[in-house]
């Protein structure tokens, strides 16, 4: 299989089901803003994180690809019939529970922080901002996504502002507050 099919020569691409949209389609920029996402949470894995977070933010990366792929299926064509792609109330309770378990080890927010720390925890503090904009951008879709992703994308914005904090915790960098 070629990576290059020259389909979207035109300014046009797929959605799953086979309905050619523009590429500036809401649903497309929608999903690429989780595929940027995807790729900021790749980028601070590169940086060597510690095993729990990194498994974590694994399991996310495959978490945002199903999210993709709901987003990718406007008439739930494809995504319904493939198990991975599904994401439930479970994966929101997993996120809510990682923010609880890692507030543990950080001291009480008393300020507004200013993003930076390590390079992982800037990258974190980059995904939760691509995180917030690819919920901006879901919220306009029509028809309106499941409930359930909106839920996921808050709660994961929520995970990655914590997650940055404790990297750079982790790391001995402390907060900049504002």
Same mark, same amino acid.
Do not use: F, K, S
């Given at each position: 299989m070629k990576i290059y099919t020259r389909t979207g020569d035109a300014g046009q691409t797929s959605l799953f089901g086979g309905t050619r949209v523009p590429k500036h389609d809401p649903r497309v920029d929608a999903y690429g803003e989780v595929d940027e996402l995807n790729a900021w949470l790749g980028f601070a894995r590169a940086s060597r994180l510690d095993p729990d $977070?990194? *498994? *974590? $933010?694994?399991? &996310?990366?495959?978490d945002l690809f199903a999210l993709g792929a709901q987003l990718a299926d406007p008439s739930d064509a494809v995504a319904s019939r493939v198990a991975k792609t599904a994401l439930g109330d479970a994966d929101v309770e997993r996120l809510e529970g990682l923010i609880d378990? $890692?507030?543990?080890?950080l001291p009480p927010l008393r300020r507004f922080i200013l993003a930076g720390g390590t390079p992982a925890g800037a990258a $974190?503090?980059?995904g939760r901002t691509v995180? %917030?904009? *690819?919920? %901006?951008? &879901?919220?306009a879709l029509e028809p309106a996504v499941d409930a359930l992703l909106l839920r996921y994308v808050n709660r994961l914005s929520d995970l990655l502002f914590v997650l940055a904090r404790v990297v750079n915790h982790r790391g001995g960098v402390p907060e900049t507050e504002w």
């Open positions: $977070l990194d *498994a *974590a $933010l694994v399991h &996310i990366q495959r378990r $890692l507030e543990g080890e $974190l503090h980059v995180c %917030r904009r *690819a919920e %901006r951008r &879901i919220t």
